[in-house]
Nanobody
Framework: QEQLVESGGGLVQPGGSLRLSCAAS????????MGWYRQAPGKQRELVAS???????DYADSVKGRFTISRDNAKNTVYLQMNSLKPEDTAGYYC??????????????WGQGTQVTVSS
């Protein structure tokens, strides 16, 4: 069964750092486009960062220079290193996996989310 499990969230002071992890199982991980999204209360879910199967990366303007997405295909895990955190980064963070299914298109899987709170 396909599963994404996030970890690493928590409470951190402004300017601090956290590293989120997302461990995948039941999917062909090295073929997947992996992403990190976040959703704050009352706001729409937004894409924070993504990494392709050949390690190309993309970031939301609001996190460029502060966040780094990476993947370890041997561990079926994607990471989000978050530095210089701001209160506005407070949100639930969700991992996604887009698995190509050939002529059948793409299937998207989601994790259950991990909360990040940036506050003094």
């Amino acid at each position: 069964q396909e599963q994404l499990v996030e970890s690493g969230g928590g409470l951190v002071q402004p300017g601090g750092s956290l590293r989120l992890s997302c461990a995948a199982s039941g999917i062909i991980f090295d073929r997947c486009l992996m992403g990190w999204y976040r959703q704050a209360p009352g706001k729409q879910r937004e894409l924070v960062a993504s990494i392709t199967s050949d390690f190309g990366t993309d970031y939301a303007d609001s996190v460029k220079g502060r966040f780094t997405i990476s993947r370890d295909n041997a561990k079926n895990t994607v990471y989000l290193q978050m530095n210089s955190l701001k209160p506005e980064d407070t949100a639930g963070y969700y991992c996604s996996a887009d698995e190509p299914m050939g002529r059948f298109g793409t299937l998207t899987y989601w994790g259950q989310g991990t909360q990040v709170t940036v506050s003094s």
